[in-house]
C-alpha cells in the first residue's frame, strides 16, 4: 500500500463546476501538505501549501486538511478550462524530514 | 528571474549507458531535490542537495548519484542505465532545507528516454 493514494480518475466536469479532489494518506507524522497542478509536459507547480489540520483559501482554491482521518481535499470553484491538469497531492514530516511524497495524481477536465 | 532551468529537455540513452543531467535552483535558492516521475505517476524524491552535500536520500540504487556545485547548480548522474529509468527528472529548489518553506518551484524537467 502506498503512504499517500489518490484517485487517478480522469474527472470530467463542466465548465463552472465545483471540484472535489482528494488524499488519503497512512504516515500519521506527516505535518505539511501540498496541492501542485501540472500541465503536459511541464514541472509541477505549487497551489497551495497548509500545515496541520484546517482550511486555507487562495481565490478559487480551498485546501481542507483532516489529520484525524488522515484526508486532505482541494476544492476548485468555478473551474475553467485552464483548469485542466493533473493535480499532485504532496506532504512531508516536519523539519526534520524534507523529502516530499506525493500522491499519484488526479487527472482533471474541464470542459467548456 | 528564470525560476528553476533544467537542461537538456529529452535526452535518450541506450541501455547500460551513463548520462547526466542539470539543474540551475531559482536566483536566492541553495537547496536542491531531485524527484523521479515515471508516466502516469507522482515524483518520487531522489536525494536533496545543500552545501554541496547530499543531505537527504530516498530509495534509489547507489546508480543515482549527484552533486551540488558552489553555484548551487546541481548534477544528477545515472549509471548503468535501464529501461525502468525512463522516466521525467525533476528539479525543485528552495531556501534552505529545513524549516517551513517548500519546493514550491519545479523546473520543466528532464525526459529521459532509455532505449
Known amino acids: 500500500q502506498k503512504e499517500v493514494e489518490q484517485d487517478p480518475g480522469p474527472l470530467s466536469v463542466p465548465e463552472g463546476a465545483i471540484v472535489s479532489l482528494n488524499c488519503t494518506y497512512s504516515?500519521?507524522?506527516?505535518?505539511?501538505f501540498m496541492w501542485y497542478r501540472q500541465y503536459s509536459r511541464k514541472g509541477p507547480e505549487l497551489l497551495m501549501y497548509?500545515?496541520?489540520?484546517g482550511n486555507k483559501e487562495d481565490g478559487r482554491f480551498t485546501a481542507q486538511v483532516d489529520k484525524s482521518s488522515k484526508y486532505i481535499s482541494l476544492f476548485i470553484r468555478d473551474s475553467q478550462p485552464s483548469d485542466s491538469a493533473t493535480y499532485l497531492c504532496?506532504?512531508?514530516?516536519?523539519?526534520?524530514?524534507?523529502?516530499?511524497?506525493f500522491g499519484g495524481g488526479t487527472r482533471l477536465m474541464v470542459k467548456p | 528571474d528564470a525560476g528553476v532551468t533544467q537542461s537538456p529537455t529529452h535526452l535518450i540513452k541506450t541501455r547500460g549507458q551513463q548520462v547526466t543531467l542539470r539543474c540551475s535552483p531559482k536566483?536566492?535558492?541553495?537547496?536542491v531535490s531531485w524527484y523521479q516521475q515515471a508516466l502516469g505517476q507522482g515524483p518520487q524524491f531522489i536525494f536533496q542537495?545543500?552545501?554541496?552535500?547530499?543531505?537527504q536520500r530516498g530509495n534509489f540504487p547507489d546508480r543515482f548519484s549527484g552533486h551540488q556545485f558552489p553555484n548551487y547548480s546541481s548534477e544528477l548522474n545515472v549509471n548503468a542505465l535501464l529501461l525502468g529509468d525512463s522516466a521525467l527528472y525533476l528539479c525543485a529548489s528552495r531556501s534552505g532545507p529545513q524549516g517551513g518553506s517548500t519546493e514550491a518551484f519545479f523546473g520543466q524537467g528532464t525526459r529521459l528516454t532509455v532505449v
Open positions: 504532496a506532504m512531508r514530516v516536519g523539519n526534520a524530514g524534507n523529502m516530499l511524497t
Open positions: 542537495y545543500y552545501e554541496e552535500e547530499e543531505r
Open positions: 497548509t500545515y496541520s489540520s
Open positions: 536566483s536566492g535558492h541553495d537547496t
Open positions: 504516515n500519521s507524522a506527516f505535518q505539511y
